[in-house]
T-cell receptor
Framework: DTEVTQTPKHLVMGMTNKKSLKCEQHMGHRAMYWYKQKAKKPPELMFV???????INESVPSRFSPECPNSSLLNLHLHALQPEDSALYLC?????????????FGPGTRLLVL | DQQVKQNSPSLSVQEGRISILNCDYT??????FLWYKKYPAEGPTFLISISSIKDKNEDGRFTVFLNKSAKHLSLHIVPSQPGDSAVYFC??????????????FGKGTKLSVIP
């Protein structure tokens, strides 16, 4: 089983709203990732958690706030987003961070900021 | 600077024939390479990978070849099926400090398999 689940599937929010994206995996993976993907572009890494600790933050604006409550869950809290933040937000997980490790992606949350 | 390049934005192939998707890279620190398949509005699905110490890996209809000296890899799909129509992303992994590894993706190649 290589399933990563994400909720919600779609989200529409105004620029003053606060919302959260949720990601879950039950494969015992200890590394989890958030990516952002715009149309016709490759995924861009935002954050990496390794053993529930933030290990990489790719200079993402503070209006995006990640949280890893436990080894199975990853949240992305959104606040005061801009229309240009509209994108597909992908969560991924891997057994660990390291050489030769495959990341498995969830289906994504399609976010529209009005 | 784009470290992983997929120079063909699109490729059309007849059903039953071979599809060959190409990927070039510039960073010699990449030590693991992956191919993902993506349908519109879905997440990338892992297809096949290859370590830098190998030159070929095969899984069913999918074979990945790695030429380290040329910094080139390719994905072969034989025989191609209409359900293979999707965008294919090449990705490469390299250490990024303090035990972390990052994936760098190419821009993708849209494969259309014509019945």
């Amino acid at each position: 089983d290589t399933e990563v689940t994400q909720t919600p599937k779609h989200l529409v929010m105004g620029m003053t709203n606060k919302k959260s994206l949720k990601c879950e995996q039950h494969m015992g993976h200890r590394a989890m990732y958030w990516y952002k993907q715009k149309a016709k572009k490759p995924p861009e890494l935002m954050f990496v958690y390794s053993y529930e600790k933030l290990s990489i933050n790719e200079s993402v604006p503070s209006r995006f706030s990640p949280e890893c409550p436990n080894s199975s869950l990853l949240n992305l809290h959104l606040h005061a987003l801009q229309p240009e933040d509209s994108a597909l937000y992908l969560c991924a997980s891997s057994p660990r961070q390291g050489q030769g490790v495959t990341q498995y992606f969830g289906p994504g949350t399609r976010l529209l900021v009005l | 600077d784009q470290q992983v390049k997929q120079n063909s934005p699109s490729l059309s192939v007849q059903e039953g024939r071979i599809s060959i998707l190409n990927c070039d890279y510039t960073n010699s620190m990449f030590d693991y390479f992956l191919w993902y398949k993506k349908y519109p509005a879905e997440g990338p699905t892992f297809l096949i990978s290859i370590s830098s110490i190998k030159d070929k890996n095969e899984d069913g209809r999918f074979t990945v070849f790695l030429n380290k000296s040329a910094k080139h890899l390719s994905l072969h799909i034989v025989p191609s099926q209409p359900g293979d129509s999707a965008v294919y992303f090449c990705a490469a992994s390299a250490p990024s400090g303090a035990g972390s590894y990052q994936l760098t993706f190419g821009k993708g190649t849209k494969l259309s398999v014509i019945p």
